[in-house]
């Protein structure tokens, strides 16, 4: 059984951000996956600057399809981003210093944010961009 897995309540009803949020869980449960059999350490460098790198875009796709639908709460949901990008990159440099390894932490961290960042934040501009990209 996958740590996290994709519910249909997830769907913001549009399939492009559908996806991408699906490859975000996907990612997380490759994080959970490589601390499971002690490769935390060795793989997490990998995989977190996969997921940063792949965050930024996916953001940036949404914050596009947000612009573009002039969605009223724009510039609270950015800022959410950005926070996200700024704790994720704390992450990283500590990998890459050696002073963090992978652990539980992390992964329930990265679940909990991109549950809660689609149920509340996603939802919210949900309407606007149905099946719109």
């Not at 060795?42 to 940063?52: F, N, P």
């Not at 890459?96 to 809660?116: A, K, P, Q, V």
């Amino acid at each position: 059984m996958a740590f996290y897995s994709w519910k249909p309540e997830y769907s913001v009803g549009n399939d492009l951000m559908d996806k991408q949020h699906q490859i975000l869980i996907e990612m997380i449960n490759k994080m959970h996956d490589a601390m499971k059999v002690g490769k935390g350490g060795v793989e997490a460098g990998i995989i977190a600057t996969e997921m940063i790198d792949y965050s930024k875009m996916h953001f940036a796709v949404e914050e596009e399809l947000m612009k573009k639908y002039q969605f009223s709460a724009f510039n609270e949901h950015v800022k959410e981003h950005k926070a996200f990008i700024e704790k994720a990159a704390v992450f990283q440099k500590e990998i890459d210093s050696g002073s963090f390894t992978l652990s539980m932490e992390i992964t329930t961290f990265l679940r909990d944010w991109l549950t809660n960042h689609i149920l509340v934040n996603d939802m919210a501009y949900s309407k606007v961009v149905k099946n719109l990209a």
